[in-house]
């Protein structure tokens, strides 16, 4: 267990470079061997003595150690291994004090790039980050960085994170790729417009569309007589493809003319709203028999099957049914304490347009008429007349107005009520 070539003794001296070490002797009257008393910052320390793991961990001692020179090894995660020599003398106990060395990855590259938002591979792996962003915890080394952005060529480097420049700043202008991409286009028949997201080309097919970027693209084939088809393309960088659509030719078809009385119906077809209203035409349907129905405020629902016929326009005239009730009036008055005057309110059971109210005093055939120019008023809103002094007996009124709802039609009341 002694090491006392000359040898040796260079390789230990080199050791003391890679760690700071605190060295005491102590006379000790134990035995007349010696000891070694470690301890290190942090504590916790795997102590290996020639190699070989003493199962223990600073801060302990070695004990019963013979004269002579020894290597000490400390292991601790995330820590570098220290390793050092320590002469051992009789009867004595060197303790060593030992500053282990941080092995965190504590590196940083910091990215940005013009334009912005390219995705960082990291040693050729996606880092799931896009510029502008940062890679942490680097270890000291060379690394390769590739910033990867559609329609711009992808761009590689290399960084080096040093112990004496762990932060690294990179700014990056990519440079634009001229789009490539082609989507040759034929149906059956040709002739078909052809649409690109939604977007007229102004192109029949066969034609090609070029100048396309990597991408999803919608491409929608028109013809008249036939159905329209819509296919979906990926297209990758720079990559040429054709596409072949066999159009379907459209079922035998006719159109519905719906007209209603009154008009302003909302048409629903098959029960699903048609975005139509009457008088308006159901175009381009196939050969069948169709449930429409007619919905319009203040009217029933009205349903029936429409059928289509080939090339040709089958029309209805469809009368609505009236769900307003008849227009009622409740009559009341009040009479002012002090001037005696008499005021009549007449409230109304559904929203109206008032026109007159001709008044007939008690006891007397002549009408009094009161115009109101077929004012509007509300379900539950009243109207007043006003007379200027009180009469007990029975008073005669005839109302006459519009319906504001249903029809519209126009209505007369008479009603009369006792004053007393």
């Known amino acids: 267990m002694k090491f006392l070539s000359g040898i040796f003794l260079i390789i230990i001296t080199n050791l003391f470079v890679f760690s700071c070490i605190d060295e005491h002797v102590i006379e000790v009257n134990e035995n007349l061997n010696g000891s070694i008393y470690l301890t290190s910052e942090p504590n916790g320390a795997k102590i290996l003595l020639l190699g070989t793991d003493t199962k223990k961990v600073t801060p302990d001692s070695i004990v019963n150690l013979e004269s002579g020179l020894y290597e000490v090894t400390l292991q601790l995660e995330n820590y570098k291994d220290t390793s050092f020599a320590v002469q051992v003398f009789k009867n004595q106990k060197t303790t060593k004090n030992i500053k282990l060395k941080s092995n965190l990855a504590i590196g940083k590259i910091i990215l940005n790039s013009t334009p912005a938002n390219a995705e960082i591979f990291l040693n050729n792996n996606s880092t799931h980050k896009y510029t502008p962003?940062?890679?942490?915890?680097?270890?000291?080394?060379?690394?390769?960085?590739?910033l990867v952005l559609q329609n711009y060529i992808d761009t590689s480097f290399t960084v080096n994170i040093t112990e004496k420049k762990i932060t690294q700043t990179m700014g990056v202008v990519l440079k634009s790729s001229i789009p490539k991409g082609e989507i040759f286009l034929d149906s059956d028949p040709a002739g078909a417009k052809i649409f690109l997201n939604e977007n007229e080309t102004g192109k029949l097919t066969p034609d090609t569309l070029k100048g396309l970027s990597a991408g999803e693209y919608f491409i929608k084939l028109t013809h008249k007589e036939y159905l329209d088809t819509t296919i979906v393309v990926n297209l990758g960088n720079d990559q040429k493809t054709s596409k072949y659509v066999e159009l379907k030719p459209l079922p035998p078809h006719g159109n519905i003319y719906l007209e209603s009385d009154p008009i302003g119906a909302i048409i629903k077809l098959q029960g699903k709203a048609t975005g139509k209203v009457t008088p308006?035409?159901?175009?381009?349907?196939?050969?069948?028999?169709?449930?429409?129905t007619l919905s319009l405020k203040d009217f029933n629902d009205t349903s029936f099957i429409a059928n289509v016929e080939e090339d040709e326009t089958s029309e209805y005239e469809i009368t609505l049914v009236d769900t307003t009730s008849d227009v009622s009036t409740i009559i009341t008055y009040n009479i002012n304490a002090s001037t005696g005057q008499l005021k009549f309110l007449f409230t109304f059971n559904q929203d109206i347009a008032l026109d007159f109210i001709d008044l007939r005093e008690p006891n007397s055939s002549e009408a009094r008429s009161f115009p109101f120019y077929s004012q509007h008023y509300s379900e539950g809103t009243a109207a007043e007349i006003k007379y200027p002094e009180k009469k007990?007996?029975?008073?005669?009124?005839?109302?006459?107005?519009?319906?504001?709802?249903?029809?519209?039609?126009?209505?007369?009341?008479?009603?009369?009520?006792?004053?007393?």
Do not use: C, H, M
Not at 133 to 146: C, E, H, M, R
Not at 280 to 292: C, F, W
């Open 133 to 146: 962003d940062s890679l942490t915890n680097l270890a000291v080394g060379v690394y390769t960085i590739k």
């Open 280 to 292: 308006d035409t159901l175009s381009e349907l196939p050969v069948g028999a169709y449930l429409i």
């Open 392 to 420: 007990t007996g029975l008073w005669r009124f005839s109302i006459s107005g519009k319906k504001l709802g249903g029809r519209k039609d126009e209505f007369k009341i008479n009603k009369s009520i006792t004053v007393q």
